[in-house]
């Protein structure tokens, strides 16, 4: 397709531009760039965990730290931390979604309710998260309804502040296009107004997600729940197990690269940035 | 004469503006516009900057509340928007995220003409603006000069009765202007639309136009009307069309030099 209309361009000032696509050798590439630096870092500090400065039992080697994270794995312990902590998180976001994106578009396009709603969201923007958290295990108790409704609720209002502006900042322009082509309130909702505030609501996404991925981790800490990536770095302390916690930090990372990168990035990529409403990286 | 077509009466537009720490004041935008145009003319608005000019154009879009007067399409009273109208806006205001084929196919849908149709409707007008190959890519891909293009398609689609402009060419390059001026005409002597068309540019206003209206200061007033009685297609260098230039320069200059506003000048 991208060939064709490059050949049909009627005007010198027109400015197409073939589609990008990425050939199998740039993910190589991709690849290469993000893993030299990380393996030297990782070579590095084998080194240093073998010249035993630092107690082994405090600053453990690579070597140390990936066996046990395979152990763990062997004995489904990770596999099964790793999944409870990724429905905690997938269903409180999925929460968070619903009630951020609904009261964000009812902000977005209700004076009253944007009036009402204002104060009290920029107020508790200002607390974090955690911060509620023994409150919320009053209610009800160390359960993983307390860790999820926490959750939810940081990041509700971050969906809820980007979905508000995404609405309140779209072009005019577009407003006036869609009514003068007869748009009628409802269709001008979801035919212009949903569209148009699509990149913010997605930033509003990405920064709950983000929000409430480093909550899970605090929560199931104080939660002593039982399973989660977070609990079990947080029990390995007891048996001063350091290379579990390290193993534990380093899952962490991952899970949340992948997350943030992959599963959201994708998101993005396919929606805004394919209309060229964001630019692309 | 021909038909009327648009019929506007004692226009009268009053903003209000928001001082900021609870106070309003108001500003009178246009005082008193009367305008008449015939099925089938191309009439251009012109004025100094600021002028109000768009907002009466905004106003006949419906886009806008008037405060007073009436505007008459067809005989029946102009009041909101309506698929009775096709607005080109200066800013384009395509859609992102629909394709330029569903860019177009958004006011069909909204004017309910059944989708077996829409394929040759759009076929038609990307035809008439000459972007056939365009029809499956995402605006942002395309230059300015096709995009409001696609603005002119989008519009004329779902055959309104007139066409209201909105300096459709004021963001474009001298080149990509003139090019779209002259295919402009061109769809206009095809469709023979109704077209009001509001520009900035003398020498824009005298190439297309029947008939010039040249709005005073804010608040506006209609200072003149200059018909534009050159054979088409019209040639920009020719001896009779730099003097209608030069005329309409005066005009509007005088519009500017005026310090006291528009009230009690002459015209000549």
Redesign the interface.
């Known amino acids: 397709m991208a060939k064709a209309t490059e050949a049909a361009i009627p005007e010198p000032t027109s400015d197409l531009r073939p589609e990008s696509r990425a050939s199998p050798s740039y993910y190589l590439h991709a690849f290469l760039d993000n893993f030299i630096p990380l393996a030297f870092v990782l070579l590095l500090w084998e080194g240093v965990a073998r010249l035993e400065i630092i107690h082994p039992a405090l600053f453990p080697t690579v070597t140390e730290i990936f066996t046990k994270m395979w152990e763990l794995t062997l004995e489904g312990i990770f596999l099964r931390d790793v999944a409870h902590s990724l429905l905690r998180l997938l269903s409180s976001v999925f929460f968070a979604i619903i009630v951020g994106t609904i009261c964000g578009l009812l902000m977005g396009t209700s004076r009253w309710v944007e009036k009402i709603i204002i104060p009290p969201l920029n107020f508790f923007l200002a607390i974090p998260g955690i911060a509620i958290f023994p409150i919320v295990i009053l209610w009800f108790g160390l359960t993983e309804k307390a860790i999820i409704f926490t959750l939810s609720f940081e990041a509700s209002l971050s969906i809820m502040l980007n979905t508000w502006g995404g609405v309140k900042s779209v072009d005019i322009s577009l407003i006036n296009a869609g009514r003068a082509l007869g748009a009628n309130d409802y269709n001008l909702f979801y035919k212009v107004l949903l569209p148009a505030a699509l990149p913010s609501i997605i930033t509003g996404y990405r920064q709950g997600f983000s929000r409430a991925w480093r909550i899970l981790v605090a929560g199931e800490m104080l939660a002593s729940i039982g399973t989660g990536i977070g609990f079990r770095i947080f029990e390995a302390r007891a048996f001063l197990a350091s290379d579990v916690m390290y193993a534990g930090v380093i899952i962490i990372g991952i899970l949340g690269f992948l997350l943030e990168r992959v599963a959201l990035r994708s998101l993005e990529i396919f929606t805004v940035q394919r209309w060229g409403m964001v630019r692309e990286l | 004469m021909s038909q009327l077509k648009l019929i506007v009466r004692n226009l009268h537009k009053v903003f209000q503006v928001d001082e900021g720490f609870g106070r309003f004041s108001s500003i009178t935008a246009i005082d008193n516009v009367n305008l008449e145009v015939s099925e089938g003319e191309l009439v251009t608005i012109i004025g100094p900057s600021g002028c109000g000019k768009s907002t009466l154009l905004?106003i006949l879009?419906?886009?806008y509340d008037k405060s007073s007067g009436e505007a008459l399409l067809d005989g029946t009273p102009i009041n909101g928007?309506?698929?009775d109208?096709?607005?080109v806006?200066q800013?384009f205001?395509?859609?992102?995220?629909l394709t330029v084929r569903n860019n177009i196919c958004?006011?069909l849908k909204?004017?309910g003409i059944p989708p077996s149709e829409h394929n040759q409707i759009v076929k038609h007008y990307l035809k008439m603006v000459?972007l056939e190959?365009?029809e499956?890519?995402?605006?942002?891909?395309?230059?300015?000069?096709?995009k409001q293009r696609v603005g002119i398609a989008?519009?004329l689609a779902?055959s309104p009765k007139l066409l209201l402009m909105d300096e459709p060419f004021g963001a474009l390059?001298a080149?990509?202007r003139t090019?779209l001026q002259q295919m402009l005409v061109d769809i206009w002597t095809e469709t023979r639309k109704t077209i009001l068309f509001v520009t900035h540019s003398v020498r824009e206003a005298v190439f297309l136009s029947d008939r010039v209206v040249v709005l005073s200061r804010r608040p506006s007033r209609v200072r003149t009307v200059l018909e534009v009685k050159l054979p088409r297609p019209r040639q920009r260098l020719s001896q009779p069309f730099l003097r209608y230039e030069e005329e309409l320069e005066e005009l509007i200059a005088r519009e500017l030099d005026e310090k006291s506003g528009a009230r009690g000048a002459q015209t000549a």
């Open positions: 905004m879009a419906g886009l928007p309506g698929l109208r096709g607005v806006f800013e205001a395509l859609f992102p995220w958004f006011g909204m004017k000459k190959e365009f499956n890519i995402f605006p942002h891909r395309l230059s300015g000069g096709m989008r519009a779902y390059d080149q990509t090019s």
